[in-house]
């Protein structure tokens, strides 16, 4: 994978902390380290400054980069799982725990993870484009109402109603 940016040199004049951090977050360094190693001051103060990285990394990684990130994040995951397995298999609870928590993950990471909420509730984002006529014939026809026969009351888009030929 394409590093996303920075250098590991604290002497060089391009050296960003916060993907240093980040590089030895992945080492599997404790932040109580990466902190110290980084000049952070504590470790709440390294874990934003990475955050803020990542953030600001995603958006200038290309999809082919994001795919690749992506891709590297599930053969970790793979791994982990892995390792983790067979112990799961013969009952530890512990391992089942970890594997059910790398199965988590991996799920979210793929976007296969079901909005059990929004499946419940069935809450839906509809986009209505137009003027009001458009809007409201649009809320009859979700409401199952025949917006067609329910005009009644309407009034045209321009606001200006027929006369009615009553004086």
Same mark, same amino acid.
């Given at each position: 994978m394409t590093e996303l940016m920075g250098h590991s040199d604290p002497d060089d004049?391009?050296?960003?902390p916060r993907y240093e951090a980040h590089r030895l977050r992945l080492t599997g360094m404790p932040w109580k380290q990466v @902190? =110290? *190693?980084?000049?952070?001051? &504590?470790?709440?103060?390294?874990m934003l400054a990475v955050k803020g990285y990542l953030q600001s990394a995603a958006l200038t990684? $290309? &999809?082919?980069?994001? @795919?690749? #990130?992506? =891709?590297t994040e599930i #053969? *970790?995951?793979?791994?982990?799982? $892995? /390792?983790?397995?067979? $112990? @799961?298999?013969?009952?530890?609870?512990? =391992?089942a725990n970890?594997?059910?928590?790398?199965? =988590?993950? *991996? $799920? *979210?990471?793929?976007?296969? %993870?079901?909005?059990?909420? /929004?499946?419940?509730t069935g809450n839906k984002t509809i986009l209505v484009m137009g003027g009001t006529r458009e809007y409201t014939k649009a809320l009859k026809n979700l409401a199952g109402v025949d917006a067609e026969l329910d005009n009644q009351?309407?009034?045209? %888009?321009d606001g200006v109603k027929p006369n009615s030929g009553k004086v």
């Open positions: 004049e391009t050296f960003d @902190a =110290a *190693r980084t000049g952070y001051m &504590n470790e709440t103060t390294c990684l $290309s &999809n082919q980069q994001k @795919a690749e #990130a992506l =891709a #053969a *970790r995951l793979d791994e982990l799982q $892995s /390792a983790w397995w067979q $112990s @799961a298999l013969l009952q530890d609870e512990k =391992a970890v594997v059910l928590k790398i199965i =988590a993950q *991996r $799920s *979210r990471l793929l976007g296969l %993870e079901v909005d059990e909420k /929004a499946e419940q009351g309407d009034e045209p %888009e």
